[in-house]
């Protein structure tokens, strides 16, 4: 909806899905009359897409057409309103523009045309700063067309990575997706998928099974499951293709339109000021017991509206969207229920990744930590925790955005540093009365300092009494204040308002080279 | 003194003749107050308890109490406390520790882990508390102590005063064959009966007769309500003697045969008593608590509306004749069953020692619980058996009852006499002799309370539900409602303890302001994040037959022998649900296109003004055409061609909204909506589940595939949260259907899970002690 309205008041400048149209429109005006004739004929046969049967094999597998998409996607009522040549717009937009491949008229493949209609909608997307959505249904290249659809590839690649970080690219999977074609969603910021009906894979399982002799089911290989669950190349999955659109939209709302735009300010109906006094209670004063971070966020923000992003993987961290009074806010939590909240490698990149999203999209970060550490472990450090964990801790350290974070209970050792504290620039930093500010554990601290000392559990008593609390912290101002946890959104509130105006200057530099 | 009580009993007098009285006689005439405050009944029980408190301020009688319980009775306890003047003390288990009568009391001490048995039942830690906070005397609430006679010898050891009645009169009324003949002896009507060997057909018409139809028979051997015959005139007697003698020799081989009053459609009734250590009594009228489920109150109302005052004197006088002959001295209850004639009978009083330990559906242990027996019978002849819960898996319920009708504190019956049971109960623990007269004791207005459960009413009229309470918020904004709980926002509904979430009372002059307003507070509740039987609660207050007072405790099987299916819609409601909904739907997708702009980054909006919006609902399978269009606050909206006018502020956050549908002021609750267009209302109480798409949508997800759900038959998955006690299989078993896998508790329930099919267990995911949440996967069959 949003993405409609805004492109019905986008005038001068195009904008989001539909401005790929409108370039694939304009191109069109500017063809002398017998070709505007081809195209007339053309477009009647790409309504018709692959025919019939094609059509009504494509409703059977429970997927739509990619006019049926798109017109779920955009403002039924925009649609509507100019109605023929949104339909002309859309018979191209189905035919070859856009990322959206028909899988009826092409079976999918990728051929060099379709390429190069892409590559003109994001470069269009790019200069005007509208954010691209690809709604991907393909079969990988055209055999047939050989290197001349590789090339193709290539080419989107390109754009792929030229557009990052200047508009938002979302990319939904909407059916098969193999061989090359998968790394345009990877591309992307953020990759969703359609459970049942979709797949991303480099090879499919005829191939693994010739190559490895492995026995796998397209599903198991690269279904939606595989991969919110294991792999985290997707971000989230839906039940079906209506679904998947429906919260496509409602997922777009929370976007700037580009680099340039600040995060969008939605009306709001939750006051500002609300006091939540169910958080004073939610921490368990058992340090050793787990309570859910998602019950704190949705508290918290607007509404109790999040859009959590990769909800089932590496699920000791919470990343995802929400408003905090109608701006949009990412927020990161450690989720103690998970693992007791620590971070590993896949929590590490998971949240890297998130926050220089917000970063680059001017979108405030909201963090709030209960983290006892880095995972530790062969499996962990053979695996590179080192390399991993540095990702997060460079995503937080560069971000430039307002970053607020709220301490809950644990903040130990590395683990804190990372988790956007104050030495990284952190803007505000609270914590609650139940945090606990320390280079570790009360026992595994006093198992260090009094090894071979008799009297453990006094020694435990006094650590706890000296380190395991706010204040060591809070009289460096490494945290700011110790708040109440019931005032904790009407302070989050507050400070991004002062904070829309914060600006930071970092030095030239080509790129970062952040340790991948 | 004297002279006060002069003055009292002449301003009743005046009081009745309906004048009015100088302001400063109002603060001595307490009592006036106590008796006609009650029609100003949003000020009622501030005013009443401040006045009363200024009179008794007079009184000493302890510097520190110990609540030896939890939740909303400590709550209670406290409050009248602090009233009075009393320091408290509370005690809690360790997840206990931040509830809401910790922090009301002065002091506060941990007295054990989770479990009642270690904590709330622990004596040792408890007189161990007694000991460091040098309390005085100790409430003990109601279940957990207060029925125990080794605490209260404790107590009695330590010079520690228990406020409840004494030792003698809990062991007495304790055991039912005790209490059946001192009842008896105190001239209180009890169930007529005979027990032991009769001769002939002939000889039970005889005692038939002489007992009066209708009668029950069965072999005295068989428990409960096993072979179990009602006899409505002699033909039916000599039928019922012939099985269950018969039964009575092949079965138990014990010729015994019990006959029985039966009691046709028979209500429970309670009277509250009060009673003093010098030998006083006084009853406060009744109560009616016939709408139970599972032996437990669900709604009571005070006074009853079946009662005439001749029954009710006659039932005071004999409670009260009962609590002298066993001196009775503090707040009781003396139960009744009352059949349609207005016949009473005692059942019980409720200072029971232990209530007997188990009961089962259909199997009930309490003599006392005919009818229910009865209606189990019944409905065994009738050939329907007790519907499946849950998935797939036959479960079968038992509870632990802990003192289901063992309410000290009652609050309809302080509405509608203004006094403060507890401030009594304290009172007369100290010694002081009642200060009331029977004939100070009124009936003003009329009070209904619902018990308000973390339950699941859809599942036999309410399986335990456990979690946070996310969101949670009284009505006590209304007039004429008090609500008694022991929980804020954020506190864990665990399943450690009773899962009552509070006692909602509403008052009004008369029943039907009393009902009207209920129906008002419920639909104002807001409680998320836990299941709640707000739904039950509604349908029993309007419904037609409990309106006109025409129930008895079978009413809820009765109006619903296919379990509870919540509100059913006429025609307009449906169609006032549709417009609402519809309404919500297009006011979110309006707000998400406004944003706001900042400097020059987006091109001035366009507004696309839509006239129309077009959409498809689905409501219970059923899906309907809406077209809405709005113009500000008010939208117009056609339900299948019939126009609406839906009003309202439209504000998206709040838990609670106020719309105004062509004229009709409802009160919804959106419990939550989704980017799908699915969008859970609770309307009428009832949560109603609706997916809106607009047309384009609905349209295309015709093409949608139905899921393929997983087959339940072969797996296992816990109804509810709780805890496993036993599991009876292991992988590689063979099980039959309905054979028992494991056996859940929750709460005081335990649920035997059972096979949903013949089968091999492929893997067994829970052990013994393990606990596990709602739809958590128990055992898996090949």
Known sequence: ?516 | MAALWVSVGSLIAAGRRGQRFPQQLMQRGALWTLKYASYYSRQQLMVTRRLCSAECSNEKTFDKILVANRGEIACRVIKTCKKMGIKTVAIHSDVDASSVHVKMADEAVCVGPAPTSKSYLNMDAIMEAIKKTRAQAVHPGYGFLSENKEFAKCLAAEDVIFIGPDTHAIQAMGDKIESKLLAKKAKVNTIPGFDGVVKDADEAVRIAREIGYPVMIKASAGGGGKGMRIAWDDEETRDGFRFSSQEAASSFGDDRLLIEKFIDNPRHIEIQVLGDKHGNALWLNERECSIQRRNQKVIEEAPSIFLDSMTRRAMGEQAVALAKAVKYSSAGTVEFLVDSKKNFYFLEMNTRLQVPATWKIGDSCLKAHLPVEAEVFIRRKRGTEEKDQGRGMKSSLCANEDSPFHKVEHPVTECITGLDLVQEMIRVAKGYPLRHTQADIPINGWAVECRVYAEDPYKSFGLPSIGRLSQYQEPIHLPGVRVDSGIQPGSDISIYYDPMISKLVTYGSNRTEALKRMEDALDNYVIRGVTHNIALLREVIINSRFVKGDFNTKFLSDEYPDGFKGHKLTENERNQLLAIASSLFVASQLRAQHFQEHENSRVPIVKSQVANWELSIKLNDEVHTVVASNSGKTFSVEVDGLKLNVTSTWNLASPLLSVNVDGTQRMIQCLSREAGGSMSIQFLGTVYKVRILTKVAAELNKFMLEKVAEDTSSILRSPMPGMVVAVAVKPGDMVAEGQEICVIEAMKMQNSMTAGKTGKVKSVHCKAGDTVGEGDLLMELQ
Not at chain 1, 64 to 73: N, Q, V
Not at chain 1, 101 to 128: E, N, R, Y
Not at chain 1, 174 to 182: F, K, S, Y
Not at chain 1, 298 to 312: A, G, K, L, Q, Y
């Open chain 1, 1 to 516: 909806m949003a993405a409609a309205m805004r492109v019905a008041g986008a005038g001068a400048r195009l904008s989001v899905v539909v401005s790929d149209l409108r370039v694939a429109a304009r191109s069109l005006c500017s063809q002398p009359v017998s070709i505007n004739q081809r195209v007339e004929d053309k477009r009647r046969a790409a309504l018709m897409g692959g025919g019939q049967r094609r059509i009504d094999a494509q409703h059977k597998r429970g997927k739509l057409l990619a006019r049926e998409r798109i017109s779920l996607l955009l403002d039924p009522d925009s649609f509507i309103e100019s109605d023929m040549f949104v339909e002309h717009r859309c018979a191209d937009f189905g035919m070859a523009a856009d990322k959206n491949k028909d899988f009826t008229v092409f079976g999918g493949s990728l051929s060099g045309a379709h390429a190069q209609k892409i590559c003109k909608i994001m470069d269009q997307a790019m200069t005007v700063g509208a954010p691209v959505i690809g709604l991907n249904d393909s079969g990988g290249a055209r055999i047939q067309e050989g290197v001349e659809s590789l090339a193709g590839y290539a080419d989107i690649f390109l754009r792929n990575v030229m557009a990052s970080g200047v508009i938002p690219q979302i990319s939904l999977i909407m059916g098969p997706c193999a061989g090359g074609a998968v790394y345009s969603p990877a591309l992307t910021d953020f990759t969703f998928m359609v459970k049942d009906t979709s797949y991303l894979f480099i090879t499919g399982p005829d191939v693994v099974k010739s190559v490895t002799n492995e026995n796998v089911t397209q599903e198991e290989l690269g279904g939606a499951r595989t991969h919110t669950t294991i792999s985290g190349v997707a971000h989230r999955a839906f039940e079906n293709d209506v679904e998947a659109l429906c919260n496509l939209r409602e997922f777009f709302n929370y976007l700037p339109l580009s680099n340039l735009d600040p995060a969008p300010i939605r009306e709001c109906h939750d006051p500002s000021d609300r006091l939540v006094p169910e958080l004073d209670t939610i921490v368990p004063l058992e340090s050793t017991k787990a309570y859910n971070m998602a019950d704190i966020i949705h508290s918290v923000v607007d509404e109790r509206e999040f859009f959590e992003i990769m909800p089932n993987y590496a699920k000791n961290i919470i990343v995802g969207f929400a408003r905090m009074n109608g701006r949009t806010v990412g927020i990161v939590g450690n989720q103690p229920k998970v693992a007791s909240g620590c971070l590993d490698i896949n929590s590490s990149v998971k949240g890297a990744r998130f926050v220089r999203f917000c970063d680059a999209f001017n979108i405030p970060l909201i963090t709030f930590v209960d983290v006892p550490g880095f995972l530790p472990g062969t499996a962990q450090e053979y695996g590179g925790i080192i390399r991993h964990g540095a990702k997060l801790l460079y995503a937080f350290a560069e971000a430039t955005v307002p970053k607020v974070t709220v301490i809950t209970r644990k903040a130990y050792g590395g683990a804190y540093d990372v988790m956007s504290s104050k030495h990284l620039c952190g803007d505000t930093n609270y914590a609650w009365p139940t945090a606990e500010i320390a280079v570790m554990g009360a026992k595994g601290a006093v198992e260090i300092i009094f090894k071979g000392h008799e009297n453990v559990e006094d020694a435990q008593a006094e650590y706890i009494d000296k380190f395991a609390n706010p204040f060591p912290a809070a009289v460096r101002g490494f945290v700011d204040d110790i708040i109440q946890p019931s005032s904790t959104r009407a302070r989050i509130c507050c400070d991004l308002d002062v904070l829309t105006s914060k600006k930071v200057q970092r030095p030239w530099r080509k790129h970062a080279n952040i340790p991948l």
